[in-house]
T-cell receptor, first 112, second 113 residues
């Protein structure tokens, strides 16, 4: 079974800092990897989807990379803002099943 | 364009009671999913529907049933609620099964006493 890990569980940074969130997975046979944002008491919002054939995807201040062979993905957030404060989750779609497997998330706080 | 909608937003049940959680999407997606989210456990898939007329078990299906009523609607039923089913339930949809972006509803917060 695919296991997805996100470390650290919580991160606090001052406004303006660049930061990296990490996601690791145990089975490299994946269709794709997706990064989500979740605000307290809300649903998940998709940020970026990286197909297994891609190395990275960019959207605005966000850049996600994928290294299948090492089972790792990173989400880079440039020039962080207080509005970026949320929980960030990664999910992997495994070729051995028809579903996404989620990590437990990193709770990010950007301090003004 | 409402995306994925879920009803109700909150629900309190007593042990043994039954209820149905409703989900609808207006994006003409083929695939729909039900997840539960528990502290420290991440999201876990309960059931999914690859396309209209099909449903399959996910990681944690025990105690639940689902119905894909039509292409838009996918409901989750708890026949006899248990305290272990206290959780936040999310419905999601995507164009293709586990192959592209998933869009999530706002969730239903369920407490079973």
């Amino acid at each position: 079974k695919q296991e997805v890990t996100q470390i650290p569980a919580a991160l606090s940074v001052p406004e303006g800092e660049n930061l990296v969130l990490n996601c690791s997975f145990t089975d490299s046979a994946i269709y794709n990897l997706q990064w989500f944002r979740q605000d307290p008491g809300k649903g998940l919002t998709s940020l970026l989807l990286i197909q297994s054939s891609q190395r990275e995807q960019t959207s605005g201040r966000l850049n996600a990379s994928l290294d299948k062979s090492s089972g790792r993905s990173t989400l880079y957030i440039a020039a962080s803002q207080p509005g970026d404060s949320a929980t960030y989750l990664c999910a992997v779609s495994s070729r051995t099943g028809n579903q996404f497997y989620f990590g437990t998330g990193t709770s990010l706080t950007v301090i003004p | 364009n409402a995306g994925v909608t879920q009803t109700p937003k909150f629900q309190v049940l007593k042990t043994g009671q039954s209820m149905t959680l409703q989900c609808a999407q207006d994006m003409n997606h083929n695939s729909m999913y039900w997840y539960r989210q528990d502290p420290g456990m991440g999201l876990r898939l309960i059931y999914y529907s690859a396309s209209e007329g099909t449903t399959d078990k996910g990681e944690v299906p025990n105690g639940y049933n689902v119905s894909r009523l039509n292409k838009r609607e996918f409901s989750l039923r708890l026949e006899s609620a248990a305290p272990s089913q206290t959780s936040v339930y999310f419905c999601a949809s995507s164009e293709l099964l586990a192959a592209d972006t998933q869009y999530f509803g706002p969730g239903t917060r369920l407490t079973v006493l």
